[in-house]
C-alpha cells in the first residue's frame, strides 16, 4: 500500500502565509490524481485543491486566487502554496493520492490554524 507524509502546517495570522507538501513514502509509478481536502470541526470534508496527471488544475471557489496547487511529477509530492490566509480556512489538511490499479490513499492530515 501506499502511506502519503504530509508536512507544513502550523499557526500563522491572518494574512499569512503557509506551504503545505505531500509525498508518498515509497516510489509510485503512476499517480492519476492528487488532491488536498480540508476538514473543519463540526464540518464535512471538502475539496481544496487537486491537480491530474496532465496537469489541469481544480480549486475550491474558497480559495480560488489565494492558493496555488503545483506538482513534481519526478518526485510525486504536491504542494499547496497558500496565501492570504483566513481564520476561515482553519482546519485539518489531508493529502489524498489517486495511484493507478491501487486506489485512493489519504495522509493522516495536518493542522492548520489561522488566528485573527
Known amino acids: 500500500q501506499v502511506q502519503l507524509v504530509e508536512s507544513g502546517g502550523g499557526l500563522v495570522q491572518a494574512g499569512g502565509s503557509l506551504r503545505l507538501s505531500c509525498a508518498p513514502s515509497r516510489s509510485i509509478f503512476s499517480i492519476n490524481y492528487m488532491g488536498w481536502y480540508r476538514q473543519a470541526p463540526g464540518k464535512q470534508r471538502e475539496l481544496v485543491a487537486a491537480?491530474?496527471?496532465?496537469?489541469?488544475?481544480n480549486y475550491a471557489d474558497s480559495v480560488k486566487g489565494r492558493f496555488t496547487i503545483s506538482r513534481d511529477n519526478a518526485k510525486n509530492t504536491v504542494n499547496l502554496q497558500m496565501n492570504r490566509l483566513k481564520p476561515e480556512d482553519t482546519a485539518v489538511y489531508y493529502c489524498?493520492?489517486?495511484?493507478?490499479?491501487?486506489?485512493?490513499?489519504w495522509g493522516q492530515g495536518t493542522q492548520v490554524t489561522v488566528s485573527s
Open positions: 489524498n493520492a489517486v495511484v493507478a490499479l491501487l486506489g485512493s490513499f
Open positions: 491537480i491530474i496527471s496532465g496537469g489541469t488544475t
